[in-house]
């Protein structure tokens, strides 16, 4: 099996976990026996491109001649089975399809976010959960209001090419959609239910978990959509050292918020940064991790983390939270009294449920289950286009 890999990596200096997802699903693959041949531009390129390249930038999103040329010459040189791709935003552009099936290639794409339809991918915008683009034939509202990079020059170019690329979205062979969620709104832009494979990412094996900690962690980015404030919110409903400690790891614009917190209740620890030995030292001392994000999270990764640690999560029923979860925890809608009720309810049930999160982790989202469900995917196309 040779495999083509796809992906435009974004910004080192704002941390993906997709980058390190990819990466790391380049490395299983390549484990498993697969001939990966990585296809991988960077967003940290553009500064250091010529005045030319700069100058046909506002087009790449929709046709980057560059990347079609190099991409023609890899496909003859390597003649892949399948080209998998991940984000193809803005250096190679979803035109990728295109010329791989002139290639005669079938084209896989795992879908991270939501940007078939959405300019920025989030389905958020102004605090909120917002949707205006979907259904429309042209997505204005990303225009008015800059959705896309807090421009509307920006904004333009991105809605043109969600429009330009519907076509192109639904020629793709067969799509990975991460959780239930994301399979829903493929449905909804129209892909028929037989093209697309649920596979969720996987995380590496941490070992056998650790007896549970106290307290709770929320390990996130220190942003509005990621639920910090009604996490603060509800956890102020209690009186200080009720519910035993909760940890905030991460950084982000709303730090000075953690901060302030910690330094008024005795209950609240701000752990900055961590590195993956911290990660997994905090996941060692909790007992119950949160992930309470308040726009349609697709796949927080710290939700497979915690499962993997033999931790049980407490989460928002929005996006592919609830999938994550599963019986392995509990869930709630975004709101500050039901979050406020659930935290006790978890903190005494999370002993009870160590085992079941480690359970679903290992049947579910292991690198060994994922892999294979990956070849799978790429087996089943190919017999069906032989056939």
């Not at 399979?183 to 070992?207: F, S, T, W």
Request: glycine content about 8%; aromatic content about 6%.
């Amino acid at each position: 099996m040779k495999v083509l890999v796809a992906h435009n990596r974004y910004r080192d200096a704002m941390p993906s976990g997709e980058n390190t997802i990819v990466d790391q699903e380049m490395a299983q693959l390549a484990d498993a026996g697969v001939q990966v041949t990585p296809f991988i531009r960077s967003s940290d390129e553009i500064p250091g491109m010529s005045a030319a390249g700069k100058a046909l930038l506002p087009i790449s999103p929709i046709y980057a001649p560059a990347a079609q040329r190099e991409l023609a010459g890899a496909l003859r040189a390597h003649r892949p089975d399948v080209v998998h791709l991940h984000n193809p935003y803005p250096l190679i552009s979803p035109w990728i399809v295109r010329t791989a099936h002139r290639h005669g290639i079938p084209v896989v794409q795992t879908v991270h976010n939501y940007r078939q339809v959405c300019a920025p991918g989030l389905y958020f915008r102004d605090g909120r959960i917002c949707t205006d683009c979907r259904d429309r034939a042209f997505p204005l509202p990303a225009i008015v209001h800059g959705c896309y990079r807090g421009s509307r020059a920006q904004s333009a170019v991105m809605a043109t090419a969600l429009t330009v690329h519907r076509p192109t979205w639904r020629a793709v062979d067969r799509f990975i959609a991460l959780t239930t969620a994301v399979q829903e709104h493929l449905r909804g832009y129209g892909v028929p239910g037989a093209n697309i494979v649920v596979k969720p990412n996987a995380v590496p094996d941490p070992g056998p978990p650790a007896p549970p900690g106290d307290g709770f962690l929320y390990l996130a980015r220190l942003s509005p959509e990621k639920g910090l404030g009604l996490l603060l919110d509800a956890w102020r409903r209690h009186p200080d050292g009720a519910l035993g400690p909760l940890r905030i790891a991460g950084d982000g614009e709303l730090r000075p918020e953690v901060e302030a917190a910690a330094a008024a209740r005795a209950d609240v620890e701000y752990l900055g940064v961590l590195d993956r030995a911290g990660v997994r030292a905090a996941m060692r001392r909790t007992a119950v991790v949160l992930t309470v994000s308040t726009w349609h999270d697709v796949l927080p990764t710290v939700t497979i983390e915690a499962l993997a640690a033999g931790r049980p999560v407490l989460g928002t029923a929005l996006g592919g939270i609830p999938y994550l979860v599963g019986d392995a925890g509990w869930v709630v809608r975004a709101d500050a009294g039901e979050l406020a009720a659930a935290l006790p309810a978890a903190r005494a049930g999370a002993a009870a449920l160590a085992g079941a999160a480690r359970a679903r982790y290992e049947s579910t989202f292991h690198p060994q289950v994922v892999t294979r469900r990956l070849l799978d995917v790429y087996d089943d196309l190919l017999r069906q286009l032989r056939a």
